[in-house]
Every structure is written in C-alpha cells, then in structure tokens.
C-alpha cells in the first residue's frame, strides 16, 4: 500500500508540474498568433484560426494604438459571437441576429437592408428608400432630375423587377465636382461628389448630414445607438458620414420624415433640429463623439454642450448660423474647433489664441468639452486627438 501510495503521488506531481508550464506555453503562442490585426475583419480571421479569443486595445493599454489583438484587455466587440472556439457560443450569437446579412425586404412600400455593424458585430435593419418607379439593372444609382433626391436600383429577395428606391433624405444638386471628392460645410454636412451610374450618368454633390472622425474600415456600416441612423465609413477610411438613414437592432425602423414634414409616414418621433437655443445649449439630439475617462482620464463634457463664448471674443459677432454651426460639428468634442472635420494646428491656434485673449474668426469654437469657457481641458482634449494616443 504505501509503494502504491507514494507511486500515485509521483504521478501527481509530475502531472501538475508538466501541465501548468505547457498551457502557459500554448497561450503564450496564441497571442502571439494574434497581434497587431489594424482591422476588425482580420482580427476576426486570428478568432477562428488563432487564440480563439479577440481582444480590442482601442489605444488604451500595452502601449496599443488602436487596433484589434489578443492582450489582456477588455474584449473586443467586434469578435464576440464570431468565436469559433466554442460552437455552443457561435450558435447562440448566431440565433440572437435579427435578421441575414444581405438580406432585402419591403415593407409597407419601403425597401430594408440587413447590415452588420462593424463596430459590434451585430446585424440591423436600415432603411434603403421609398420603392418608386421600375429600373433595369441593379447598382444603378443616381440624382433624380425632378427631386433632387438620391436614387438607386435594387429589389426585395422575393421580388423578380427591380425599382428606383427613392433616400429622399438625401439632398443631391448636378455640378460640375471632381467625381469622388469630399466638401465640409460650416454646419457640419460634408458633400461628395457623385457620377450616376445607368441611365443617368450626370454629376453632381450628394450631401451626407453630418461626420464624425475614424479611422474606420472603407464602405462598412454603424447604426449609431444616439440617434439610431446609419453612418458609412468613407473618405479614404478616414471618416464615418452620417445618412440620415434610419436604423434598428429590434426590427424595421419607421422611414424618415420627407423634407418639410415634421413626422414620416409612419409612427416615428419628429426629429428636433440639432442646433442653439435661446439659453445657448446646443440641441440634446446633436450627436457628438466623446472621449471616456478611460481614453481620456478626467475628461469631463458638460450636459448639454454649450454654444455660449461672449460675443466680445470674436473678430465679429458670432451670428445664430455660427452658433448653429458650432453645435452641428460631431468632432468638436474631440478638438475640431473651426468644423473643417481635421484636428490640427489650426484647431491649436484657435485655442492659444483664445486664451491669449486675441479675438478669432466666428466660425471657430475653441470651447470643445462644451461648458461655456476655454480653459486647459479643452487644451488636453486637442492634444489628446493630435497625439493619436
């Protein structure tokens, strides 16, 4: 008994003493396996061949930059319910989607598409326009001569013809732009200019209601959970353009109002104008992007941004479209201060000059945490968007 005995604790030890450094070992080869992904798609492809487990830095820790990778960090979003390494989670993740990527319906005259948020991995419902008249071919798209209203060719999956699906959201007007460049208005809309493709293959400016800052993956989706409409990531990767286009994670969102109605065509609540008011508070539906005081430790914005700098700090008294224009600008709370949708010198420059006690150009707002004055944590919010840290 006692040679069985002390035979049985050998055995143990050795099991213990073997198994622990080993697992270390293989973990250790995972992350390594799975470092340094700069996209969410190629980190995806590391879950399922690699660590099985994908974490995103969002330039937070171990000295990250952004991008998406297997440390001990918080976990990635974007990963979750893509993880191959366990077939019971992927299954459950999988019954949780509202609906097939891809897939297109109508609904009360109105065409929907399944999209995958490229933030979350989830998969909502946007709304692709008003069904209209009969088109020829799918991918078609262009500015309607009559409305001024971007259109494009497309079909529900049980439908056989395909239709002109009217965004008559979307504002277009023919001029003669270089096709696929971009233009920032004060009030924080950006053009771009468009070439129609089909039987329209006239140019003009197709305007998107607003931006924020990325960087982001070219021609991927976001249904934005502040005002639940779509943003689509463009210009060179560097930039997610609002549409206006409604969108939801729990079914068919309601189609927007028409332009100069106050409600759509079906229940939907009345969209408030993001702009200042009379107590010099921008619009609590403004939609903004924010630092949290993990990115940003101690960042504080005030509720509700404020549009209130004194009159006497301006080259000229700011007008009510300046102030409406401050309060429209997405990136001012990451340091935009004259809403050219770039944080750079000239952002710094306002913002010294301010404090110097120069007057600058009304169309800047050096004020970028919202709280009616200028002071260093404005400073650190620019330094913080300038450094990319």
């Given at each position: 008994?006692?040679?069985?005995?002390?035979?049985?604790?050998?055995?143990?030890?050795?099991?213990?003493?073997?198994?622990?450094?080993?697992?270390?070992?293989?973990?250790?080869?995972?992350?390594?396996?799975?470092?340094?992904?700069?996209?969410?798609?190629?980190?995806?492809?590391?879950?399922?061949?690699?660590?099985?487990?994908?974490?995103?830095?969002?330039?937070?820790?171990?000295?990250?930059?952004?991008?998406?990778?297997?440390?001990?960090?918080?976990?990635?979003?974007?990963?979750?319910?893509?993880?191959?390494?366990?077939?019971?989670?992927?299954?459950?993740?999988?019954?949780?989607?509202?609906?097939?990527?891809?897939?297109?319906?109508?609904?009360?005259?109105?065409?929907?598409?399944?999209?995958?948020?490229?933030?979350?991995?989830?998969?909502?419902?946007?709304?692709?326009?008003?069904?209209?008249?009969?088109?020829?071919?799918?991918?078609?798209?262009?500015?309607?001569?009559?409305?001024?209203?971007?259109?494009?060719?497309?079909?529900?999956?049980?439908?056989?013809?395909?239709?002109?699906?009217?965004?008559?959201?979307?504002?277009?007007?023919?001029?003669?732009?270089?096709?696929?460049?971009?233009?920032?208005?004060?009030?924080?809309?950006?053009?771009?200019?468009?070439?129609?493709?089909?039987?329209?293959?006239?140019?003009?400016?197709?305007?998107?209601?607003?931006?924020?800052?990325?960087?982001?993956?070219?021609?991927?989706?976001?249904?934005?959970?502040?005002?639940?409409?779509?943003?689509?990531?463009?210009?060179?990767?560097?930039?997610?353009?609002?549409?206006?286009?409604?969108?939801?994670?729990?079914?068919?969102?309601?189609?927007?109002?028409?332009?100069?109605?106050?409600?759509?065509?079906?229940?939907?609540?009345?969209?408030?104008?993001?702009?200042?008011?009379?107590?010099?508070?921008?619009?609590?539906?403004?939609?903004?992007?924010?630092?949290?005081?993990?990115?940003?430790?101690?960042?504080i914005y005030n509720n509700p941004i404020r549009c209130s700098?004194?009159?006497?700090?301006?080259?000229?008294?700011?007008?009510?479209?300046?102030?409406?224009?401050?309060?429209?600008?997405?990136?001012?709370t990451k340091g935009d201060t004259n809403g050219d949708g770039?944080?750079?010198?000239?952002?710094?420059?306002?913002?010294?000059?301010?404090?110097?006690?120069?007057?600058?150009?009304?169309?800047?707002?050096?004020?970028?945490?919202?709280?009616?004055?200028?002071?260093?944590?404005?400073?650190?919010?620019?330094?913080?968007?300038?450094?990319g840290s």
């Open positions: 008994m006692k040679i069985h005995k002390t035979l049985f604790l050998i055995l143990l030890f050795l099991n213990i003493f073997l198994y622990f450094p080993f697992k270390k070992v293989i973990a250790y080869s995972n992350e390594q396996a799975c470092s340094g992904c700069s996209e969410s798609t190629n980190c995806n492809v590391n879950c399922n061949t690699g660590c099985g487990r994908c974490y995103c830095d969002s330039g937070q820790s171990n000295g990250g930059n952004g991008h998406y990778s297997c440390i001990d960090s918080q976990w990635c979003n974007w990963c979750n319910g893509h993880n191959s390494s366990s077939s019971s989670s992927q299954s459950s993740s999988s019954a949780a989607q509202i609906c097939t990527e891809g897939q297109r319906v109508l609904n009360n005259n109105h065409y929907y598409w399944c999209k995958t948020d490229n933030s979350t991995g989830r998969n909502f419902w946007s709304w692709i326009g008003e069904k209209t008249t009969p088109c020829s071919s799918s991918g078609y798209f262009q500015c309607n001569e009559n409305s001024l209203t971007y259109q494009s060719c497309t079909k529900a999956d049980d439908e056989i013809a395909y239709y002109w699906s009217n965004y008559y959201n979307l504002r277009c007007q023919f001029d003669n732009c270089t096709v696929s460049s971009f233009r920032y208005n004060g009030d924080g809309s950006v053009d771009q200019c468009i070439q129609g493709h089909g039987p329209n293959t006239r140019i003009g400016w197709l305007s998107w209601k607003g931006y924020k800052n990325g960087p982001c993956l070219i021609n991927t989706y976001q249904c934005d959970d502040r005002n639940h409409t779509m943003n689509y990531c463009k210009d060179n990767s560097s930039k997610w353009f609002n549409s206006d286009d409604p969108c939801s994670f729990t079914g068919y969102p309601a189609p927007p109002a028409r332009p100069g109605s106050s409600s759509s065509s079906s229940s939907s609540i009345p969209a408030i104008p993001c702009e200042c008011d009379v107590a010099q508070n921008c619009s609590t539906t403004c939609p903004y992007s924010r630092y949290d005081t993990v990115q940003l430790p101690g960042v700098l004194s009159d006497t700090r301006f080259i000229s008294v700011p007008t009510a479209t300046n102030r409406n224009a401050w309060c429209a600008r997405s990136e001012r770039h944080v750079n010198g000239v952002d710094s420059a306002d913002y010294q000059n301010f404090v110097m006690g120069r007057k600058i150009s009304p169309n800047s707002n050096p004020d970028v945490n919202g709280d009616g004055k200028v002071s260093i944590e404005d400073r650190d919010i620019i330094i913080k968007t300038r450094s």
